[in-house]
DNA sequence: TTGTATGCGTTATCAT
DNA sequence: ATGATAACGCATACAA
């Protein structure tokens, strides 16, 4: 294993093409179409390198063939934020699936920022700008803009997930939120419900438009409207979840007329608000029916198991991942500009007949 | 904006070095040290270049210059497996406060494997043998090994986290996994409690070894032995927590002296354990205290709140953050082979007294 | 202080 | 089918 005399500094290279086509006999130029493309070789000195290569313990240098022809096998996952979304595990889970449709085609998966500050946004444009990414997959209502530079002008292909960005000409794979929770509300309707409780996402977000979008349609589905509605939180993002729930138990706990069904954004929320009123002597479903979003893997666990909707999340990651991988390998190609799969409205036992009066 | 003519293919690519110093009327060289050392060059020029870097939206192509200094800045993670562990959250709020300390230093986070197959293994050894890859933060108590590469050859700085690999000599940070359970089951005997069910992780797992030690110590402690305790579980990885508590309330079900208290090996199994237990109409904590490990943001949500351990897990990911950052500015400095923070039991309503005969 | 020239490790073009 | 050589974009030793 020769040692290149000239390294700068840092730790120790490992062996180069240059090591390989000594120990072989043959250039350097053979040893990287011997390995590149196979098939452009002579079978024995492609075996008399494999051999050389493999002796050495060759591993190609990726950023100096990155260099060379002009692209990475990095791709770059945008994130509103944490990782930490309480018990959901939405983001998690899409990770999950995206990950595996990007390794098994030979790409790396770069996690840009999971906090969503100045010196992060800098960081996710630098990349993008700086050549070392192919593509991106966001999952954030807001592209990276700082400083004149918009994620969207680094030149590089952007795939949305979860949240539609189709308004803005990204291709978006997301799920129908509205009409699941108007579904789902729909049920807490057949079962009686005249008088909700919404409990609300950050103001102005995706989602939580959307999904209350979806309550407002079975409010008039049944001939109700949003009269019939009160809106708790709003103020704080979804990775406090759990808080939002809190000060939802407070804010029931004002209520001189008490909704007899309440419907939250994300299962965190549901989750704690249940926990709270609970505590205060109120019975679910007896007294009040719950039901949340995104069935988080614990909601199953819950007391009442809580109802919820399930979201096609590996579903959604793969499409969106797959997407991608397409218009890669084929830039003529252009992804749907708008995928939506289904979502399930999930009934446990957190809902049921409002209480007769 | 000059476009390059030789581009082999792919995106178009942005302004370049020379572009900048065409602009403003310097040498190529002169820029790379405006921009590099702004103290070696003269304000006036420094300010020309700046303007005209900032006017053509520059940014330095990452790889090239990663490239020519032979270092990268990109860390790379190495997980256990999938982000999924049911609510506890622990891997994610890892990865979270890693990646502020890195983010912070100007490094880039890029997360190496969501699953362990061996397609991931390879991928991970290239990237570690491949140059792109500055220093490694491993959370998992096995190294890629494969086809004769081990991660730890690859000449990287290696730091481990959660799990203690110092044994192998890799630096680790991690916590009092055996002292606290020690703790904690220390708790449940002084309540009077006599007879246990342990909840165990996958066999031979680092924790499951380490806590279930902790367990033993403390009945030695109280003048028990390991005939105290029946263990259950240790088929499934810590991914199916909720699946191994569902197990363990089924074997619960079938022990002829039922124990009176159940010390589970993460919150996952806990909850899903109380879930069920709780159909078949065990009262929690009054015929059984239960206690978990990781304190999920959940847990304290759970009915009745779950008696758990905290990990202090973001200071231990900015340890281990802080230390490959120390030891890559100065490769002299020899990273602590073995730090230990202090977890801490949260006593909630899931335990109390043992219930009189 | 600034410019010139060379090389980082690889791929691709062009001869042979 | 293979080899010599020039680039990819940047940083640095050295010369001016």
Redesign the interface.
Known sequence: MKKNKN????????PLMADVAALAGVAISTVSRALANPGRVNEKTRVKIAAAADKL?Y??????R???????D?IMIVLPG???Y??S?II??A??SI??AL??NGY????A???RDE??ER?V???A????VRGTIILSSELPEIG??SLAD????IVSMLFDLSSASIPSVVTNDRQAMREATGELIALGHRSFLYIAGPAGNYHDVERYKGVVDALHDGGLTEQNVVRSGGRLSYQRG?QI?IEAAEDFDQLTTKPTAVIATED?MA??F??RI?EKSWRVPEDLSIIGFDC???S????P?LSSIRQPVEEMGALAAENLLRRLSDPAWNIPLKSVLPSAFVKRRSIGPVKAA
Chains 1, 2 share one sequence.
Do not use: W, Y
Request: hydrophobic share 35%.
């Open positions: 390294l700068p500094t840092g730790e120790s290279g490992g313990g591993t190609p240098n990726a950023m100096a990155s260099l060379r022809i002009g692209k990475s990095i944490s990782l930490q309480g018990a595990q998690p889970q990770l999950q990950n595996q390794i098994q790396t998966l770069l996690i920022n999971l906090d010196i992060s960081h444009l630098n990349l700008f700086g050549g070392s004149g530079r680094a030149g590089l292909p759990f729930g965190d989750i704690a249940i926990s609970r988080a893997p614990v199953e666990f819950c007391e198991p």
